[in-house]
């Protein structure tokens, strides 16, 4: 793969003009914006990532007004056709197959960044309209780097930003994702983790019962399927924040739940979401000095959840402060070192970058959320597998081996009524979680291992179809990430087991999204290519 960089000219950051039809200068591509798709990129593990056409209308998830996770508090809203804003990276392709272009961000601590493009025709004309024979096109971007809009009139060098084009967009998604990787020594492991996770069956219900039946049906079914890892997901701690307290669901504790997976060969993994803290914890009890606060001096609010308690605001460490830095750093060790959780899932963390008055007031939002996952790899250990959850994608290169790209799968494939109230754009949908298993898969071994989120095959408890569940399997295999299991195994028929098997086997980088700008339906936003 070759990524040129246009020309050697440096790109103007107020409103560069990228791209141009039917005039003089600029680069050709296709028959303008009628023919344009454009890949816009969100903020975290759970934002919608897909390609849209300039007629649509950038449509956030309203329904998540007061407390969106999925959408960066500071990124400005767009609701006017041909209008969007990208986070870390944006592609423009020509449906018609000419070539296309990609602009994204390779600067470090400054990889909370925002794009937001716009196509003009100068003079009028709907961008989306034809714009006549002669007139020019122009794709503008304005940049922010993680809060600061790059003034106008400043440059910019490849350094930060990679602009490039080319006859194969998808080539040059991957050829940024290669450069991001490579100047932030990304960690990418030899083989995507595998294993089994406790949340798609048993929920916050989960039980240390649960956990041990896993663990002896993933014996049963070992010759079929590996599963390198048991992870007991939420539902284990007495209260969010309080990680190191265990509920009375384990009552034999979390160190000898995981010495006796250890026992049977796999590694044990264990969900915290570190960043964030119940009011109600010991921890926000015992240190109200360590939240992050908003200007008036209150507790930041990152989310209400449901699955908690919908009526209490979720609060926020501030990563800034030593104290917390040294509290996170030992929750880390304790769990991965003296209670043997060698996997860790670390879910929420946009909450640490979220904007607020920080202890350090020196230091960006990003380089917050960094020096919060820093503090965990250190305690964890560098052999430590950190699964990244809710995470800003690009502040987590070279900190996290695999991170999930797409919201949670569920046991439905996801209605009507969750494409209205979500505008089809986020929620909780095994159809969204899979559009971005493939819109992203592109990341895959160059920023981490892709987590594609859980497979599930089982016949009970579940609305997927034969058909949803072997696209499933088939959009997990074929993109090569993780594979997770989250069912209640000594239950799937064998005929199911069979399809688990076969996504185990499709796994293993044969094949290649070759093109996602087609639309945003999953079933046909992409082709898959194997060699
Ligand atoms: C555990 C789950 C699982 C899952 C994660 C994450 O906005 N929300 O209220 C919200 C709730 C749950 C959620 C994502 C968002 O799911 O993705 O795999 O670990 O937490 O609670």
């Known amino acids: 793969?070759?990524?040129?960089?246009?020309?050697?000219?440096?790109?103007?950051?107020?409103?560069?003009?990228?791209?141009?039809?039917?005039?003089?200068?600029?680069?050709?591509?296709?028959?303008?914006?009628?023919?344009?798709?454009?890949?816009?990129?969100?903020?975290?593990?759970?934002?919608?990532?897909?390609?849209?056409?300039?007629?649509?209308?950038?449509?956030?998830?309203?329904?998540?007004?007061?407390?969106?996770?999925?959408?960066?508090?500071?990124?400005?809203?767009?609701?006017?056709?041909?209008?969007?804003?990208?986070?870390?990276?944006?592609?423009?392709?020509?449906?018609?197959?000419?070539?296309?272009?990609?602009?994204?961000?390779?600067?470090?601590?400054r990889c909370l960044s925002?794009?937001?493009?716009?196509?003009?025709?100068?003079?009028?004309?709907?961008?989306?309209?034809?714009?006549?024979?002669?007139?020019?096109?122009?794709?503008?971007?304005?940049?922010?780097?993680?809060?600061?809009?790059?003034?106008?009139?400043?440059?910019?060098?490849?350094?930060?930003?990679?602009?490039?084009?080319?006859?194969?967009?998808?080539?040059?998604?991957?050829?940024?994702?290669?450069?991001?990787?490579?100047?932030?020594?990304?960690?990418?492991?030899?083989?995507?983790?595998?294993?089994?996770?406790?949340?798609?069956?048993?929920?916050?219900?989960?039980t240390e019962a649960d956990v041990r039946r896993a663990l002896a049906a993933a014996d049963g079914v070992a010759a079929d399927v590996p599963l390198g890892y048991v992870m007991v997901d939420d539902g284990h701690q007495q209260a969010i924040g309080d990680w190191l307290a265990t509920n009375h669901k384990f009552p034999s504790g979390m160190a000898a739940l995981a010495a006796d997976i250890r026992a049977t060969g796999r590694d044990a993994g264990i969900w915290i979401a570190p960043f964030l803290v119940d009011p109600d914890s010991d921890v926000a009890r015992a240190h109200p000095d360590w939240l992050l606060r908003d200007e008036a001096g209150e507790p930041v609010t990152a989310l209400w959840n449901q699955i908690w308690n919908l009526r209490k605001r979720q609060q926020v460490l501030d990563c800034t402060r030593p104290d917390v830095v040294a509290h996170l750093e030992e929750v880390a060790r304790t769990l991965a070192r003296d209670w043997g959780y060698r996997v860790?899932?670390?879910?929420?963390?946009?909450?640490?970058?979220?904007?607020?008055?920080?202890?350090?007031?020196?230091?960006?939002?990003?380089?917050?959320?960094?020096?919060?996952?820093?503090?965990?790899?250190?305690?964890?250990?560098?052999?430590?597998?950190?699964?990244?959850?809710?995470?800003?994608?690009?502040?987590?290169v070279g900190v996290v081996d695999a991170m999930r790209i797409g919201t949670d799968v569920a046991p439905a494939w996801g209605g009507k009524v969750t494409r209205w109230a979500f505008s089809d754009q986020g929620g909780i949908s095994t159809r969204i979680a899979m559009r971005n298993t493939l819109t992203r898969a592109f990341l895959h071994g160059h920023l981490w291992s892709n987590d594609p989120d859980c497979v599930m095959v089982r016949t009970d408890r579940t609305r997927l179809t034969e058909a949803e569940v072997r696209f499933l399997v088939a959009a997990v295999g074929l993109t090569d990430g993780m594979v997770v299991s989250s069912d209640r195994l000594d239950k799937v028929p064998p005929e199911r087991l069979d399809l688990l098997r076969l996504c185990h086997e499709l796994s293993g980088g044969r094949c290649r999204v070759v093109d996602l700008f087609a639309g945003p339906e999953p079933e046909t936003v992409v082709s898959v290519k194997a060699d």
């Open 114 to 206: 925002v794009v937001d493009v716009a196509a003009e025709v100068p003079g009028g004309a709907l961008p989306h309209d034809d714009p006549g024979p002669g007139r020019l096109v122009e794709l503008s971007a304005t940049c922010r780097f993680d809060g600061t809009t790059v003034d106008p009139g400043a440059t910019t060098t490849t350094e930060d930003l990679l602009v490039a084009d080319g006859p194969d967009p998808v080539g040059l998604l991957e050829g940024w994702a290669a450069a991001l990787g490579a100047a932030q020594s990304a960690r990418v492991p030899a083989r995507p983790p595998h294993g089994w996770c406790s949340w798609y069956y048993h929920y916050a219900k989960v």
């Open 344 to 396: 860790l899932k670390l879910d929420f963390c946009f909450a640490a970058a979220l904007p607020g008055v920080r202890h350090d007031p020196g230091r960006t939002r990003a380089q917050a959320l960094r020096a919060g996952l820093d503090a965990v790899r250190r305690g964890a250990g560098d052999d430590a597998v950190l699964i990244g959850c809710g995470l800003p994608l690009g502040p987590a």
């Open 1 to 109: 793969l070759s990524v040129t960089v246009v020309g050697d000219r440096p790109v103007r950051l107020d409103d560069a003009t990228l791209l141009a039809t039917g005039g003089p200068g600029g680069l050709r591509l296709g028959a303008g914006p009628a023919s344009w798709s454009l890949y816009r990129n969100g903020w975290n593990s759970w934002s919608n990532a897909r390609a849209f056409t300039f007629d649509e209308a950038d449509g956030d998830p309203w329904l998540f007004a007061i407390a969106d996770t999925t959408l960066d508090p500071e990124t400005p809203r767009r609701r006017e056709p041909g209008r969007f804003r990208s986070e870390l990276v944006t592609a423009l392709a020509d449906r018609e197959g000419s070539g296309g272009l990609v602009l994204g961000f390779v600067g470090g601590a």
